[in-house]
């Protein structure tokens, strides 16, 4: 099929649909179907059907069976694409139709804003990692948006990019007197640093800025520390900057694994004085799903040890909090 052949689309819920009425068969490939997502298996149960050479069609449904096992989770391991199970199996001749009905659309890939509007105006700035990596063969592969977002040019005019803003679950009060715990894993620095931004500007401004301590917790300080060196050492300026406390967890750094939980219990005093007596509030941000419960731990053990607080009655309270 001609990648400029066009396409009239009748869409049962243009609400929702992610097609256009009129799209050309380059679109429809390289911008709606996930073409080079992980297939599933109900994908290689079609090709095994349509499949044409007898030794693809008995090849597809062996990987299906028991025995087969161990040859599927080879495909899975080198990280497959659609594209690629096309390309192994190429008697499986599938339709425009067949395609529509059994790869699925490429999913949005949710990325947390990482400056404040109020410094940066109608700019935004993101912390994104970019998803790339080697497979047992040694075959380099990469996400689909890394690919993406590395194909553009940012410094040609008039480049765009595909994507929109999503309202965030993330709430601060609506003045800037109380104390922010912070607690960041990896990429979840992003929304931290706009708070730490934010407050900036309005410390600028002339009004009342409480304290914040940032709990920064990567594998190492020489190439994860993202905004490390350049901005959060200069926020924090020796404790007399708007982060008063700057408290860095390089787990691989040395021989002894150190992580936030252990800073955390290091400063343990000071937050319970912070939640308790002077409204702290407590931000973690990390990998969506994953909180961890090492820090939920840390701070009961410490509401036990500074607040007087029995191990029932430390977790009712971090809980109402």
Not at 123 to 151: F, M
Request: glycine share 8%; hydrophobic share 35%; charged share 25%.
């Amino acid at each position: 099929m001609p990648a400029d052949t066009v396409f009239d689309i009748q869409r049962a819920d243009a609400g929702k649909s992610a097609y256009w009425e009129r799209m050309k068969a380059e679109q429809v490939f390289t911008e709606v179907l996930d073409v080079f997502g992980k297939p599933s298996k109900r994908f290689y149960e079609f090709l095994g059907i349509i499949a044409s050479d007898p030794s693809e069609k008995a090849q597809l449904k062996h990987m299906l069976t028991k025995d087969g096992e161990a040859d599927l989770r080879a495909l899975t391991d080198e990280t497959v694409t659609y594209a690629d199970v096309l390309e192994r199996f190429p008697s499986c001749q599938m339709t425009t139709e067949n395609m529509l009905e059994f790869i699925p659309n490429i999913k949005p890939r949710l990325y947390s804003i990482a400056s404040a509007q109020e410094k940066m105006g109608d700019t935004l700035q993101l912390c994104i990692i970019a998803d790339d990596w080697y497979s047992p063969s040694g075959v380099y592969r990469h996400g689909t948006s890394t690919a993406y977002l590395k194909s553009l040019q940012p410094d040609v005019r008039d480049t765009f990019i595909a994507g929109n803003i999503v309202a965030g679950g993330v709430h601060v009060p609506p003045h800037h007197r109380d104390p922010f715990i912070m607690v960041a894993l990896g990429t979840g620095i992003a929304p931290l640093r706009a708070m730490l931004q934010e407050r900036d500007v309005f410390q600028k401004r002339g009004e009342e800025v409480g304290p914040m301590a940032l709990y920064f917790g990567v594998r190492n300080s020489s190439n994860e520390y993202t905004y490390g060196k350049e901005e959060l050492e200069p926020y924090h300026d020796g404790g007399n900057g708007i982060l008063t406390h700057l408290r860095p967890a390089f787990s691989r750094d040395q021989a002894q694994k150190v992580y936030v939980q252990d800073k955390i219990k290091e400063d343990s005093e000071l937050l319970v004085d912070w939640f308790m007596n002077k409204n702290g509030h407590l931000y973690l941000c990390g990998p969506a799903g994953r909180v961890p419960s090492a820090v939920r731990a840390q701070l009961c053990e410490a509401f036990q040890q500074h607040g007087g607080m029995g191990a029932t009655e430390a977790d009712e309270y971090l809980t109402s909090l």
